[in-house]
Structure formats: C-alpha cells, structure tokens
C-alpha cells in the first residue's frame, strides 16, 4: 500500500535557525498538501502543491514538490517560536481520489 | 470564518461502553470525513462520504464502529463497544468535495477509554 514518510521525525532548533521536513511518498501524486497542527490542535491547511516541480512561498515558508511528483519538502526561515507544532505532508492515496493519505509527520521544537 | 464543529471535545468511557461524537461539516461542503489520529501519528481515514452516501469505508473496524450522515449534512461516527486501543483523538473534516479540494478540520474529539 501507499506510504509516505517525512524525516527527520523530530527537530529541535534554536529561534532564528532554519528548518526543513522531507516529504517521500511510495508512488507518484497527483498533488501535495500540508498541514500544520500545533500541541493539542487540529491539522490545518498550509497550502497544496499541484505541478512537478513548483515551488511557493508563504512569508518564511518555501514549499516545493519534486519533479518525479513523489517528494516535497517544507522549509523555514529563521524560525519562530510560533513555528511549533507537527508539519504534514498528504497526498491522495490513488489518482482521483479527493480523499488524503497522511505522512508520518515532523514535530519541530523551537527553543527560545 | 466557517468550520467544521465537533462534540463532544473530551470524552472518557470504560471499555465495553458505547461512545458517539457529532460533526457538522462546513455548509455547503458535500464531503465530510473521519479521520483518527493516534498520538504522535498521523491522521488515519476511517471513512469518508459524499453526501449521504458512503464512498470509501475501507479502514473502518465495521465490528465496532459505524458512521452515518442520514441527510447529507451533519455525521455521527459510533464506537460500540469501546476498547482500550480505540483512544484517540477523532477529527471530523470536510471539504466541497471534487479531486484536489483542501480538507478543513474540525478540532476533534479526544477519546480516553479506561
């Protein structure tokens, strides 16, 4: 079955350092999203990525999927302690569904 | 802003007792989900439907667990009866339905079976 894993699986950073997730997925996608879900939250939409190779930016965040359609990445700049929380990448599980698979997910830790 | 609403937030129940929690999807959104999410993984689809009908119910434990969405607009996901393993938290989300629309969350329902 499908799987996709992110690395690292935990990062530790001091405020201001940048920060970068990788996203791997098993089998091609038709597009990316990610999620950012703060300690005892809920996921919420980060942004969707939908051609091989796009990159965006969102302020300090720069996402870019692969051109294979098979990995993206998530990077901060000069991180901040409101960066916390688990940053996710999903995609859908076969081409046409509008449903999402899950990564497994980074958890960042900021240190003031 | 519009969002998906879930009760109850917190629930404790004693394994072998029934559990339900509500979700009503964003207005209009034709798609709604349940999703668990086991702490430190990610979310794990349990079901989703497209209106009232259920379109992928794959990774449901049909033994102990049934959702319905009745008329097309709010859901309620059932666990009967509840073990141990089945704490978890329980998001519910929704999206207008189509390929490649974002999901929206709702702020889950935390689940402790004691």
């Known amino acids: 079955g499908q799987q996709v894993m992110q690395i690292p699986q935990y990062q530790h950073v001091q405020e201001g350092e940048d920060f970068t997730t990788y996203c791997n997925s098993s089998?091609?996608?038709?597009?990316i999203q990610w999620y950012k879900q703060r300690p005892g939250g809920h996921p919420v939409f980060l942004i969707q990525?939908?051609?091989?190779?796009e990159v965006k930016k969102q302020k300090r965040l720069t996402f870019q999927f692969g051109e294979a359609k098979k990995n993206s990445s998530l990077h901060i700049t000069a991180t901040q302690t409101t960066d916390v929380g688990t940053y996710f990448c999903?995609?859908?599980?076969?081409?046409?569904?509008?449903?999402?698979?899950f990564g497994t997910g980074t958890r960042l830790t900021v240190i003031p | 802003e519009a969002e998906v609403a879930q009760s109850p937030r917190y629930k404790i129940t004693e394994k072998s007792q029934a559990v339900a929690f509500w979700c009503d999807p964003i207005?209009?959104?034709?798609?709604l989900y349940w999703y668990r999410q086991i702490l430190g993984q990610g979310p794990e689809l349990l079901v989703q439907?497209?209106?009232?009908?259920?379109?992928?119910d794959s990774q449901l434990p049909k033994d102990r667990f049934s959702a319905e969405r009745l008329k097309g607009v709010d859901s309620t996901l059932k666990i009967q009866p509840a073990e141990l393993g089945d704490s978890a938290m329980y998001l519910c989300?929704?999206?207008?339905?189509?390929?490649?629309?974002?999901?929206?969350f709702g702020e889950g329902s935390w689940l402790t079976v004691v």
């Open positions: 999903a995609g859908p599980p076969q081409t046409g569904a509008n449903n999402l698979f």
């Open positions: 207005s209009g959104h034709a798609t």
């Open positions: 989300a929704s999206s207008p339905g189509g390929t490649g629309n974002t999901i929206y």
């Open positions: 089998t091609t996608l038709s597009n």
């Open positions: 439907f497209q209106d009232e009908s259920v379109v992928d």
């Open positions: 990525l939908v051609k091989s190779g």
